[in-house]
């Protein structure tokens, strides 16, 4: 005897339909949960790598500066026996004898640091710095001594014992003489924000830029160190009463010519640095209304669309006051 079939009623099938929308939509709410805590996730991670490649580069720099090699005490003319002239066209910061090589006029100012209030700066050697950020300039000897065979063209170098120095350029015929002596790769490094059109969309990027004497027609080539970084801030630690204890930390404008020069250089203890770096790209989803103090300034973010994160830290000038090694 057969049997009456039944199939679902139209009740039945919009429930079974309802919830199945149900569970469709919770789990793509899921998806997009996920999706977009992996997006915030992978776009905080770029933002603390770049700014912690960025803070250790300062950092390396800044540890080693007014570093000669063998050499007593500062750079200074009266104990070079050798040295090029600066080019014409040398990166030049402000105050006298501020160019990649100590002159005859002023003291060396191995460390010097300024607000970028033009987007020409440094004698016009950079003509497109980012406005409201800072420019450093490093003067010193790369750690590393090299032998005579190691020696590069396009580079410049310092040979040094304890109380003389040649400065040279890599491609010279003859290396000096100089008793009991090392040499070193002798750098002028100089640091400072550019904005740059990346992408297909032409997103403006802000680039943490690096420039290295080399031995040129152009003395200083600049490359791109970082992307995303925003702003840099540096605040420098000086004892003005010589006891040794840093007093004040003073940005820039603030600093006294005398803080600067070789000679005076014990004033200069520490260097507070500020890096404020800034997601590559817009996120159509987030809005940024925070404001980041960095010392004596601030950047407010007036709610645009760009994720940051504010780095800091302080370095010690291990070698103000050394006056042996």
Not at 3 to 22: D, P, W
Not at 43 to 58: H, K, P, T, Y
Not at 61 to 85: C, I, K, Y
Request: hydrophobic share 40%; proline share 2%; charged share 20%.
């Amino acid at each position: 005897m057969m049997k009456n079939q039944r199939g679902f009623t139209l009740l039945e099938i919009f429930i079974a339909l309802a919830i199945g929308l149900v569970i469709i939509g919770g789990t793509l709410s899921v998806f997009v949960g996920l999706k977009t805590t992996t997006t915030e996730t992978s776009s905080m991670g770029e933002l603390q790598e770049n700014g912690r490649f960025a803070v250790a580069i300062l950092t390396e720099d800044l540890l080693r500066q007014n570093f000669w090699g063998d050499l007593n005490g500062t750079l200074s003319r009266d104990v070079l026996q050798l040295v090029p002239a600066n080019a014409a066209n040398d990166c030049e910061g402000e105050g006298l004898n501020n160019g990649s090589f100590p002159e005859g006029v002023g003291d060396f100012r191995a460390l010097w640091g300024g607000p970028i209030i033009n987007s020409t700066i440094l004698n016009g050697c950079v003509t497109d710095a980012a406005l409201n950020s800072d420019v450093l300039e490093i003067k010193r000897a790369i750690a590393s001594p090299v032998a005579i065979g190691e020696l590069e063209d396009n580079r410049y170098y310092i040979q040094s014992n304890v109380s003389s120095a040649n400065i040279f350029a890599g491609n010279i015929n003859t290396v000096p003489t100089l008793v009991e002596s090392r040499i070193w790769e002798y750098q002028h490094h100089i640091y400072f924000i550019r904005e740059s059109s990346i992408g297909t969309d032409g997103e403006v990027v802000p680039v943490l830029m690096q420039g290295r004497l080399q031995n040129n027609a152009n003395p200083v080539s600049f490359n791109m160190l970082v992307e995303g970084i925003e702003r840099i801030h540096f605040m420098f630690g000086v004892d003005t009463d010589d006891d040794g204890v840093v007093n004040a930390y003073m940005p820039s404008n603030e600093m006294q010519d005398t803080y600067w020069e070789s000679s005076d250089n014990e004033r200069i203890l520490a260097v507070k640095m500020y890096v404020l770096v800034r997601s590559i790209r817009r996120d159509n989803n987030y809005s940024n209304d925070n404001v980041y103090q960095m010392g004596d300034m601030s950047f407010d973010a007036n709610g645009d669309r760009y994720r940051r994160v504010l780095f800091s830290t302080t370095v010690a000038l291990y070698n103000a006051r050394i006056e042996s090694w």
